[in-house]
């Protein structure tokens, strides 16, 4: 096929953008001299292509002059390579013998050269033709190119390209004079009419566009296409920003939008017709076939609670939740502030607060079982870890109650996967909105030895980090609560309570051996003085003992 | 751009000069006049580019329906630029015969490293007795 000549594509580019920039002496010389090289290049081919006209404008005129004022020497050797470029085709690799020769012929002729900045298009005119004649043998070209090997001397061409090898050089010096006349706009006109063109009809383009678009339709895009809408954002609000500090006037960027087409109605993917057997073989694009039902519907069997069965009915019941989860912080994302929404998003919370503290299949387990259950997965965890910090008041409060209330089962049921901790932050949090007789309520399950065993709950927490540092955070709540209400300390039943479960902790705390006291995630500064406050001298040299090996540990 | 933005599509890239790498190995270079929503392409005066080496030979083809699946990637050719390669045009004998020469010398490596590991007792799957993912 027609492969267009860099003739050719030098007389249809004719683009100069360099030819109207000053030339400041601070150029380097290699620009200066590109220059003319470009212009010598576009009269070049102009010459071959024969047309008479003589299109140098004069600004050009000026500019070669110019040029060539300025750097007169260096204007010379290149003239002539460029021109023979243009005009032997595409002989480029030899740096023969017969190309010295030249060279030193060429030096000889430079001179005369010298006060001749242009060479005019019109082949006829001016001296400076008739030097290239002797010139055509095709070596030159590439020994000229290179000029800095044969005459360092006349040439103060950059140094970082006089040290390159002549082949590199001159490749370098063809990419920067056919390099920017290329650059945009080069949307040219077709060398020769494309006589196939538009064989695809503008209907026939439109039509592909469209069935793209109704593919890329969806109903929820922050979800489906997510990472185009966060780029979109984002470049909105720089614009946004930029226009706001007037650094650009304001100008959109498209977006990609997406016709809305009416989906189908839903289908039915089970058909089931009476008197026929199983189903029927109803195929859409969506399901070619559906084989198996494999959605449960219906009630679960009672006699099927066995403990897998169960374990699945928790592991579905995290996954129900956590979707609604995920919409809730959406619609968080998404729209803060409107007051309908807040409504309809509290009562969302609230459902899921009530799917989380359901209960299991059998209705005949404890109130808190359900909760507990999901507690027991990690995944379950993580949810309530997510779901605390938007959970109102009461509603966190009553969830913490109930951690506290059955840690140990929780410590005991989690030395798997140590995913309790994922919990303290939120928790943490949800501490320090407690009122007082709440605390006391989440303490004293702790401390409160349970039927049936002598152990109190306590040594098992402390034992473990989350429960550890639960504790802490409590009493450090505490401590706080009751220092800065002083109400609090006259003698009440809650005032002997919060005494009496401080001074059992520390003294459990001081029972246990050291090595089997659990680090804390987080060690509060005023636990040393409550149990100061509380305890004797000795206990209290015994607490410190504990307690800061273990804040040394986290500090160190 | 200007229909889509934020997307690629083949829509502009239509009636110009495009190489196009297919799955098997082949290299096509022709004007790219139409498209559909597959990516299929009709290309055309299109000629199959045999590289071996610092050769290359062109074969020339006709119209090529490429179905949409088997293009692995494709690329506009920047007629100016198109010439400016320091590779070297040959005939189409003389490179299908490099070709036919780089398979032969490949087969045999291939037919050495089997054997070795053969003698050890291991085996590797071969690419072409295997599905492509």
């Not at chain 1, 290329?182 to 592909?208: C, F, G, H, I």
């Not at chain 1, 954002?233 to 087409?261: H, N």
């Not at chain 1, 199983?278 to 494999?294: E, K, L, M, N, Y």
């Not at chain 2, 000629?47 to 006709?62: A, L």
Request: with cysteine; aromatic share 6%.
């Amino acid at each position: 096929m027609a492969t267009p000549s860099r003739k050719d594509s030098h007389g249809a580019g004719v683009y100069l953008p360099e030819a109207n920039n000053a030339l400041s002496p601070e150029e380097t010389a290699l620009e200066q001299v590109c220059q003319p090289e470009k212009i010598k290049c576009l009269q070049g081919s102009r010459l071959d292509q024969g047309s008479g006209k003589s299109h140098v404008p004069s600004a050009l005129e000026e500019e070669l002059v110019s040029a060539s004022q300025l750097e007169e020497e260096e204007l010379d050797p290149d003239l002539a390579p460029d021109v023979e470029e243009e005009e032997a085709e595409e002989e480029e690799n030899d740096l023969g013998d017969p190309a010295v020769q030249s060279a030193v012929h060429n030096s000889q002729t430079l001179d005369h050269l010298a006060p001749l900045p242009f060479r005019p298009s019109l082949p006829s005119a001016g001296s400076a033709a008739h030097h290239f004649g002797p010139q055509l043998p095709a070596p030159d070209p590439s020994l000229l190119c290179s000029p800095p090997t044969s005459w360092p001397l006349r040439l103060s061409l950059p140094s970082h390209l006089t040290q390159l090898h002549p082949q590199h050089q001159r490749i370098l010096k063809q990419q920067q004079q056919q390099g920017r006349p290329r650059s945009p706009p080069a949307k040219k006109w077709p060398q020769q009419p494309d006589s196939y063109a538009n064989l695809m009809t503008q209907k026939e383009k439109d039509w592909v566009v469209r069935v793209q678009m109704v593919q890329l339709q969806s109903e929820n895009p922050r979800l489906d296409d997510y990472y185009y809408q966060e780029y979109y954002q984002k470049l909105e609000k720089k614009q946004a920003d930029e226009e706001l500090l007037g650094q650009r006037s304001r100008f959109e960027s498209l977006k990609l939008v997406t016709p809305y087409i009416q989906k189908a109605e839903a289908y039915e993917s089970v058909v089931r017709i009476e008197g026929s057997l199983g189903q029927v073989a109803v195929s859409t694009c969506f399901t070619p076939r559906r084989a198996i039902d494999a959605v449960p519907h219906g009630t679960q069997e009672q006699e099927t609670a066995a403990a897998s069965s169960q374990r699945l009915w928790v592991l579905y019941r995290i996954e129900k939740m956590f979707l609604q989860l995920l919409e809730i912080e959406d619609g968080q994302q998404d729209a803060p502030a409107q007051p309908r929404d807040s409504e309809q998003r509290s009562s969302r919370v609230e459902k899921l607060f009530q799917a989380l503290k359901a209960q299991g299949q059998n209705n005949l387990e404890a109130a808190d079982d359900g909760f507990l259950q999901a507690l027991s997965v990690g995944k379950g965890k993580a949810l309530v870890a997510r779901l605390l910090p938007i959970l109102p008041r009461d509603r966190a409060v009553s969830l913490l109650l109930a951690i506290t209330r059955h840690l140990p089962f929780l410590v005991k049921r989690d030395v798997a996967d140590q995913a309790l901790q994922m919990l303290f932050q939120p928790l943490s949090k949800c501490i320090r909105h407690l009122t007082f007789h709440e605390l006391l309520q989440g303490l004293q399950g702790l401390i409160r030895l349970p039927p049936g065993s002598s152990e109190r709950p306590i040594t098992m927490v402390l034992q473990n980090q989350f429960g550890i540092s639960l504790l802490y955070a409590l009493l450090s709540h505490g401590e706080q609560l009751v220092s800065l209400n002083s109400s609090l300390k006259e003698p009440s039943s809650d005032h002997s309570a919060w005494t009496d479960m401080v001074v059992l902790t520390a003294w459990e705390i001081a029972q246990m051996p050291t090595a089997s006291l659990a680090e804390p995630l987080a060690f509060p500064s005023n636990l040393l003085p409550l149990f100061c406050h509380h305890v004797d001298k000795q206990l209290v040299q015994k607490l410190e003992a504990r307690m800061e090996y273990v804040t040394v540990e986290i500090r160190s | 751009m200007n229909y889509m933005p934020g997307t690629a599509s083949l829509i502009e890239d239509i009636d110009k000069k495009h190489l196009v790498l297919l799955r098997d190995g082949r290299t096509l270079i022709g004007f790219l006049r139409s498209i559909d929503q597959f990516a299929n392409l009709v290309l055309h005066q299109t000629v199959e580019r045999i590289h071996v080496g610092k050769k290359y030979g062109d074969i020339p083809r006709g119209i090529f329906v490429v179905r949409g699946e088997n293009v692995v990637l494709l690329g506009e050719i920047d007629l100016e630029k198109e010439s400016d390669t320091p590779l070297q045009q040959v005939s189409i004998e003389e490179i299908l015969e490099e070709q036919r020469v780089e398979q032969q010398t490949k087969l045999e490596a291939e037919k050495l490293k089997v054997q070795a590991l053969k003698d050890r007792g291991l085996s590797i799957p071969r690419a072409d007795t295997l599905e492509e993912y």
